[in-house]
Structures are given as C-alpha cells and as structure tokens.
C-alpha cells in the first residue's frame, strides 16, 4: 500500500510537469539553460548553504531547550541526511523519518522525544511560512493582481481557522473529550509546540530564524533568475514564493516537484514572466537542491558504519 502511494506520487509529479511543459516553448528554455551566468549561480548557492547552516541552528535550540545537549555538527549531519532523503523519496516524510531514525539510535534521545524535536522543527517552520504569507499579501496587497487578489480567500481563508483552531486547542480537547491515545499524541505535540511559541525564551529566536530561511529562499531564487538572464523583481517573489513552498509541504508530489513548478509559472504569469522563464527558475532552483542535498548521503553512510 505504501508502496502504491509513492509512485502515485511520484506519477502525480510527471503529469503536473507534463501539463506544464505542454505550454511552455521548449527551445526558449534549453536556451536559457544554455546561457547560465555562473557568477549568479555562485551568489544563489550562498544563501542556500546559509540556509542549512540557520536551520541547524534552530534545531538544535530545539532539542537542546528539552534534552540533552547536542553538539552543532552532529545535528548539522543529521539535517543534512534529511536533506538528501527529502530529495530522493516522494515527500518530506522520508527525510523528516531520517532525523528522527538517526536522534533515536545515534544520539540515544527516545522515540517519542525524537519525533517530537523534528515536527516541532517542521511546525515552526510552517507556522512561520504561514505569518510571511499573511503579512506580505497584507502589505503589498496593491501589488496583488487581479486573479490572486480573486484567489485571495481560498488561500487566507484556511490558514486563519489553522490560526485560530490552534490557539484554541485546550478548549478543543476540552470540548471533544477523545481518548484515543494517537489523538492524544498529537494535541500533545501542539500544546508542546504551542508552549514553544508563546515563550519569548525560545520563540524569540525561533521564529527570527525561520522567517530569515524563508527569505533565504527567495533570495535564492532571485539569482537563480538572474543566473538565466531573467528579470524578475524581488517583491514578485515575495508575493509568489512563500506560496509554493506552503504548497509544496503537501505530501501529494515527489519532493515537490511539479507542485513547485505548477505554483511559480501560474503566480509569476500575472506578473508578464514568461511561462518557460519560470519553469527554468523553478528547475534550476530544484536542481541545486538536489545538488546541495548530496552531502547528505555521505553523511549518512558515515553514520551507518559508526
């Protein structure tokens, strides 16, 4: 059965791409892969590494505000085995299960704690998408065109209940009165999330964090687009890109690619980019992922023998 779900994933990846390319002129976007300006690609790898470097960091504050403490590097090389396993399976489940293999039988944290640090790593991380989301489509919302500003409450809509039924969790337990012990489980992980957030110690780094490594981001994907000669302003990225990467969170595609791609060349079109200009900026940006993610691997083998 599982099997069966990830190459449905995988599968809903290739034809999300195929649909794509179906309109996009495939001359033009070989051309712009074969005039890449290597300095930018240089600048855009910078603040992808940085990337990895802060969410260690956040990581690490993590687990060590709740266990034992772990010294940087270590949790460095279990991120990045996640890194490598998001990369090389159809979702983020495979790299997130990684980090909590490698916290349970090399760091010897338990099962439950181990599980624990990493969606509540993978929750900061979504929580603070979701206020970039809310405040840059507040703020710029003249900028907003017309078909996202029509798109608009389909999007908000969802992540304000999300807001609210999460800072209502107690009365919601209190309400419903489930005594299923995985249920339990989960409202568990959101009050301990939920205690994380509200308490300026952590939160006040935390969150700092996250939303600097969501703009991190979009700054990769600025050179990436001025590595391919395409003229792209940072604000449109703003505005676009927080939004692909909320969707790519979505275990419906293959390390979310597709999703990635459907989501940038539909936002970035009502902004005159052409459609094989984003595909190219959405590619590259995977690609270097992909590349970036690759230490990973050798990490974790290092780790298997030891």
């Known amino acids: 059965m599982k099997m069966v779900k990830e190459i449905s ?3 809903f990846s290739l034809l999300l791409l195929y649909l ?3 309109n996009i002129d495939l001359q033009s976007l070989k051309r712009s892969f074969l005039e890449i300006e290597s300095v930018f690609i240089f600048f855009a790898i910078i603040p992808l590494i940085l990337q990895i470097f802060l969410a260690t960091k956040r990581w690490q504050i993590i687990i060590n505000d709740k266990s034992s403490k772990l010294n940087f590097f270590i949790i ?3 991120l990045w085995v996640g890194l490598f396993f998001n990369q090389a399976l159809p979702s983020n489940i495979g790299g997130d299960g990684m980090r909590i293999f490698l916290l349970n039988k090399k760091s010897k944290i338990g099962l439950g704690e181990s599980t624990k640090f990493v969606l509540i790593d993978r929750l900061f991380g979504v929580f603070s998408l979701i206020l970039i989301v809310l ?3 507040l703020l710029s919302f003249d900028l907003l065109s017309e078909e996202i500003r029509d798109f608009l409450p389909l999007l908000i809509t969802p992540l304000i209940i999300t807001l609210i039924l999460f800072f209502l969790i107690e009365r919601i337990e209190a309400f419903f009165n489930i005594k299923n012990r995985h249920f339990l489980w989960l409202l568990d992980l959101v009050k301990t999330f939920k205690y994380s957030l509200l308490n300026i110690r952590s939160s006040s780094k935390l969150l700092p964090l996250s939303i600097v490594i969501h703009f991190l981001t979009i700054l990769t994907m600025y050179y990436v687009a001025r ?3 395409i003229d792209i302003n940072i604000t449109i990225l703003t505005i676009v890109v927080p939004v692909a990467i909320l969707m790519m969170a979505l ?3 293959f390390a979310g690619w597709g999703v990635r791609e ?3 060349v539909y936002g ?3 902004y005159n980019i052409p459609l094989d200009s984003a595909l190219a900026v959405s590619i590259l940006f995977g690609l270097m992922g992909l590349v970036l993610s690759i230490p990973g691997l050798f990490f974790f083998l290092f780790n298997k023998k030891n």
Do not use: C, D, N, T
Request: charged share 10%.
């Open 9 to 11: 994933k995988l599968l």
């Open 251 to 253: 275990p419906i595609s």
């Open 20 to 22: 794509i390319s179906e």
């Open 76 to 78: 460095l090389r279990y």
């Open 227 to 229: 590595a391919l000669s």
């Open 268 to 270: 970035l079109s009502f």
């Open 135 to 137: 405040v840059v489509y």
């Open 262 to 264: 459907g989501v940038l």
